[in-house]
């Protein structure tokens, strides 16, 4: 493992608008998200949770019987910090499951870096994307040329800027999500499902 503890982060983090984007792009995910996502999906072996944040993926994977490698490129109090997922070499675990950082380009990174481990692992990707994200002139290509295996458009979810409903915006609250999944067996198009949050409140 190779630890990013001399990283320089304000390469990727760079002040465009800060009164309306977070510190690292730290949006946690609310837990009724992941809950419903584990009660559709399986996946088999150790997760990677990437962007761990507080923990709040995570400690459902683990509720849930996985055994979970959580890492952060910085300290919120839960997993391993200082670990760079973009510039790390080997994977840490055969699946990945996160809600990546959005803003400069950073999802899109992360989706190319997790489905180039998980092809050398044979697991699955699992990434909270704006829904936003799946019409976009500049992914066009990659989503023909690698579609998700299942896109789950979830009904309610929020993620708030560092957690704190207090600190979201009109822009924040019009924001809409999905899990994508990648699973490098599938043949054939997407499916698309509607998933909903509410039994998972």
């Given at each position: 493992m190779r630890i990013?503890?001399?990283?320089?982060?304000?390469?990727?983090?760079?002040?465009?608008?800060?009164?309306?984007?977070?510190?690292?792009?730290?949006?946690?995910?609310?837990?009724?998200?992941?809950?419903?996502?584990?009660?559709?999906?399986?996946?088999?072996?150790?997760?990677?949770?990437?962007?761990?944040?507080?923990g709040a993926i995570s400690r459902e994977l683990v509720s849930a019987g996985y055994d979970?490698?959580?890492?952060?490129?910085?300290?919120?109090?839960?997993?391993?910090?200082?670990?760079?997922?973009?510039?790390?070499?080997?994977?840490?675990?055969?699946?990945?499951?996160?809600?990546?950082?959005?803003?400069?380009?950073?999802?899109?990174?992360?989706?190319?870096?997790?489905?180039a481990f998980t092809a050398e692992t044979g697991g699955r990707v699992a990434m909270l994307l704006n829904i936003a994200s799946l019409c976009h002139p500049k992914r066009h290509d990659d989503f023909v040329r690698q579609p998700p295996s299942v896109i789950y458009a979830l009904d309610e979810c929020v993620c708030f800027p560092l957690g704190d409903p207090a600190r979201a915006?009109?822009?924040?609250?019009?924001?809409?999500?999905?899990?994508?999944i990648w699973d490098h067996a599938h043949k054939g198009d997407s499916v698309i499902r509607w998933l909903s949050t509410a039994p998972f409140q």
């Open positions: 990013a503890t001399d990283f320089d982060y304000s390469s990727y983090f760079k002040p465009r608008v800060p009164e309306r984007r977070a510190p690292f792009e730290f949006y946690p995910t609310p837990p009724s998200a992941i809950r419903a996502l584990l009660s559709v999906e399986r996946f088999e072996g150790d997760v990677w949770e990437p962007a761990c944040g507080n979970v490698i959580a890492t952060d490129i910085t300290d919120w109090g839960y997993g391993y910090p200082g670990y760079d997922f973009l510039t790390l070499e080997k994977p840490f675990a055969r699946n990945i499951v996160t809600n990546p950082p959005y803003g400069w380009g950073l999802a899109d990174r992360f989706v190319e870096k997790a489905l915006t009109a822009h924040t609250n019009k924001h809409r999500y999905a899990w994508l």
